[in-house]
Structure formats: C-alpha cells, structure tokens
C-alpha cells in the first residue's frame, strides 16, 4: 500500500464519480465564514480503494489524532458527509466512544481544527451530531 502522509488527511476510497470528489474538494477548501479552514492533505490514489477506518488507523500510527475518508456514501450524498476517524493509538485505560462518525464538509475544519489541537473532545462532536450521525455544527 502506498503510505500516508503523518499530517491530517482526506483520503477518497471511492472512485465512481470523479465529480463528486471535485466539488467536495472546493467544499472542504472553502474557509468558514470566519476564516477557519481544515489542514488536511487530500489523497487522491486508487491504491486506497475500499480504505476502511481500521486500516486508515493503521496507516497513521503518528501524526494526527484525527484524519478523513470520503467514501461512496460521501460521495453520492447530497452533503458529502465525510466520516471522520480517530486514528491516534488507544492508550490503556481509554474507554471513551471513539466509533467514527460523519461531517459535513462546512464544518470538517472545525473537527480537525479542534480534535488535532485537543481544544474539544471526540465525544463533543459525536454529541452534537444529528440524529442521523452527521455533525452540521454547534
């Protein structure tokens, strides 16, 4: 498998329409209203086809705490809701909820922003999500 960069990533897993992923592109690199935008390295490589949220883990080991995938449900939604997923190593003791759950591209840079500088906690965003276990924002 190709490696991953040891910085926060987008990485597509899906590849059947080569315009969805654009416009996702442009979404997640359009600052919020106040400026924030998400550090993330889009990866864009056949090789990561089908990539699940165990084996994006395993591929950062180091680096980010938390990191994306856009995958077919991302990519033939209307809000592209991107699945965000803690890729840091458990440590000993950690019962916390750290299942992945899906952002929509307005809000990934608050996500990443927030998780990967530890402002605010996983289960912050989990609890904000919508009943649909999509987070749209606070």
Request: hydrophobic content about 45%.
């Amino acid at each position: 498998m190709t490696s991953l960069p040891s910085t926060p990533v987008l990485v597509r897993t899906w590849f059947g329409d080569n315009g969805a992923w654009q416009a996702l592109a442009r979404e997640v690199a359009t600052p919020s209203e106040d400026g924030f935008s998400a550090n993330v390295t889009l990866v864009d490589d056949p090789a990561f086809a089908g990539l699940s949220p165990e084996a994006l883990r395993a591929a950062q080991t180091a680096g980010p705490i938390v990191s994306f995938l856009a995958d077919e449900v991302t990519l033939t939604s209307a809000e592209h809701p991107v699945l965000a997923v803690w890729v840091l190593p458990h440590q000993d003791g950690d019962r916390r909820d750290l299942r992945p759950f899906r952002v929509v591209p307005a809000e990934l840079w608050s996500v990443e922003n927030n998780i990967n500088l530890a402002n605010l906690d996983w289960a912050d965003f989990t609890g904000s999500a919508g009943g649909d276990g999509v987070f749209r924002g606070f």
